[in-house]
């Protein structure tokens, strides 16, 4: 297709009868008399015409794409912070305020750009769209994906069932994504969360037989054998022919269970009951804050005790302890006077349970965090269970050396002896209740030890599918100098999968499991601050779309939302 220079009009067919009679029929009468250096002349001032026309035009269509990149930029910052929509229009006038100081000739451009609230919306809806594109062609290449769920209601008491998934590809590349936040708008019973569960499979088209495990708080819904989502989810495969997936209770919620057997009321009640005394009241509250500041005291304030939080009460202890002695003058100072801050036997409780919370609270601290490996957090259960036995005998000859708030109350040699026997008969209760909370954790400890050094497993108690393979491996000294304890993707990936198909088998469902639902305690935080109280009215698509921003790996392919979108200038 041929341009005119003269008049810009279009030759459909590019041949040169067609230019001959369109200039002819056209132009000729005009420009016929122009020859020589003059008819170059105006020829090339008509291209250079032609042509700066034609990069004004590219230009403003390039500008016009990069407002709407930047657009959905904004849109996705404003949608991972958990931000109204609305927030775009405060952002462009900050951006505006910017132009007029610092570059007064942008201003034009930067006001081109859509952030107006509705703009805001669709593109988040786009970006959450096309990440769940990028989600359901990366489960493709999973070869093994295990489930991590948790139901948990928002401000406006709607019921959210969050599905997280962690899968591994042939070339064990592990990846955590969000699957699925699911609404329950009536009840949330094991037949409702199953539906939902089976629903989000079919979705994203994920293949059962690939199912390694289910990690759950182990809510009666979660774990009922007949009546429950893992009895529905074992009854499922096995209807398909497949070997029921790996149940795990959350490590975490179990250690937190664990550490109801210490209820120790006479500590904790006197302890909740001074704190609030202190803090219930504003006036007091604030003379007992420039009490600790007269005093020079290293802390500011007590803390409140949350049931909820797992390590509240371990650093509520703490801060009371070592505020003890102010804490006491200060209630003497308003009238009210417990008996139990100055008795020896009491403070030895406190001490000792003090102690002890700190080590529970030690324990859960190595227990959080994303991308846990399921061998790591069982080291860390079954070194704190030698612990407590170790702790036993200590505690039993009265030796304090890993209880250090006890063993500071020792050197002051109180009248009152430390109250050995009630201690040991809490540490042997702990120790008993972590034995049964994880007796389910330790039937899987061969499959564990494997996973986590295959050159230390027992040949002879190795499954038959594994013995060969171990023979092969533990004698191959190239493996074993390369092995790392520290780097164990690393280590099996590079395995041959050839040599040691069914350790890597192994190991690739077991680099799939979810220790614990930390990773959905983490999600419904990032929840509840998109879908607060002044956001209550945030629809239950928008905030799906924006936890899937927020808390996914991937990048939204905003280049490729750009090219679907027709340019606009904004009003």
């Not at 969000?178 to 979705?203: H, M, N, P, R, Y």
């Not at 061998?375 to 304090?400: N, P, R, W």
């Not at 040949?459 to 190239?478: G, K, M, R, T």
Request: glycine share 4%; with cysteine.
């Amino acid at each position: 297709m041929a341009v005119c220079l003269i008049c810009q009009e279009t030759v459909s067919v590019f041949k040169e009868y067609n230019l001959r009679r369109h200039y002819e029929t056209r132009h000729r009468d005009k420009y016929a008399s122009l020859q020589g250096q003059m008819r170059a002349d105006k020829v090339s001032k008509l291209k250079s015409g032609l042509s700066a026309q034609q990069n004004t035009f590219v230009r403003q269509t390039q500008l016009n794409q990069s407002s709407i990149r930047a657009s959905f930029q904004v849109a996705k910052l404003i949608a991972t912070c958990g931000w109204p929509f609305s927030d775009g229009e405060f952002v462009k006038k900050c951006m505006n305020a910017v132009a007029e100081e610092v570059c007064p000739d942008k201003k034009d451009v930067l006001n081109a750009v859509s952030l107006s609230a509705s703009t805001i919306t669709r593109r988040t809806e786009e970006m959450g769209y096309n990440v769940y594109a990028q989600l359901k062609e990366k489960v493709k290449e999973l070869d093994f994906f295990a489930l991590a769920l948790d139901e948990s209601n928002d401000v406006q008491d709607t019921a959210q069932l969050l599905i997280l998934l962690r899968g591994v590809s042939s070339n064990f590349e592990v990846s955590e994504e969000l699957a699925a936040l699911k609404s329950l708008k009536g009840t949330t019973t094991w037949e409702d969360i199953f539906g939902k569960v089976c629903q989000t499979i079919e979705e994203l088209d994920l293949d059962w037989s690939k199912l390694a495990s289910i990690t759950t708080d182990g809510a009666p819904s979660m774990v009922g054998a007949s009546r429950g989502l893992i009895g529905c989810m074992n009854k499922e495969m096995e209807e398909r022919g497949l070997m029921p997936p790996l149940q795990v209770h959350c490590l975490i919620h179990q250690q937190a269970l664990c550490c109801k057997v210490l209820k120790w009321e006479s500590i904790m009640k006197v302890v909740v009951s001074c704190i609030n005394f202190i803090r219930a009241n504003g006036l007091k509250h604030r003379q007992f804050q420039a009490f600790l500041s007269e005093l020079e005291s290293s802390h500011e304030d007590v803390l409140y005790h949350t049931e909820v939080r797992w390590l509240s009460r371990g650093r509520v202890l703490r801060r009371f302890y070592e505020l003890l002695p102010e804490i006491n003058v200060f209630l003497l100072t308003k009238g009210k006077t417990v008996p139990e801050l100055i008795n020896t036997k009491w403070k030895w409780e406190l001490a000792f349970l003090t102690d002890v919370t700190e080590l529970l609270n030690g324990l859960n601290v190595q227990l959080q965090g994303k991308g846990k490996l399921i061998c790591d957090m069982y080291s860390h259960i079954k070194a704190f269970e030698v612990k407590l036995t170790l702790l036993v005998g200590q505690v039993q000859k009265q030796d304090f050396t890993h209880l250090p708030v006890t063993q500071s109350l020792s050197a002051e040699k109180p009248v009152v002896p430390f109250p050995a026997e009630k201690s040991v008969e809490a540490l042997e209760m702990l120790k008993a209740e972590f034995d049964v909370r994880f007796r389910e954790l330790h039937v899987h400890a061969k499959e564990i030890r494997l996973f986590q050094n295959p050159f230390a497993a027992d040949i002879d108690e190795a499954l038959p599918s594994y013995q060969f393979e171990l023979a092969e491996l533990q004698n191959c000294d190239v493996l074993k100098d390369a092995f790392k304890p520290n780097s164990l993707i690393e280590f099996y990936t590079a395995l041959p999968n050839e040599t040691y198909p069914n350790i890597r088998r192994n190991a690739m469902k077991m680099s799939t499991l979810f220790g614990s639902t930390y990773i959905c305690e983490q999600t419904f935080s990032r929840m509840k601050l998109m879908k607060n109280p002044i956001r209550s009215r945030l629809t239950d698509e928008h905030l799906h779309q924006s936890l899937r921003l927020a808390v996914t790996g991937m990048e939204p392919d905003i280049g490729l939302l750009t090219s679907q979108k027709q340019a606009h200038s904004s009003h």
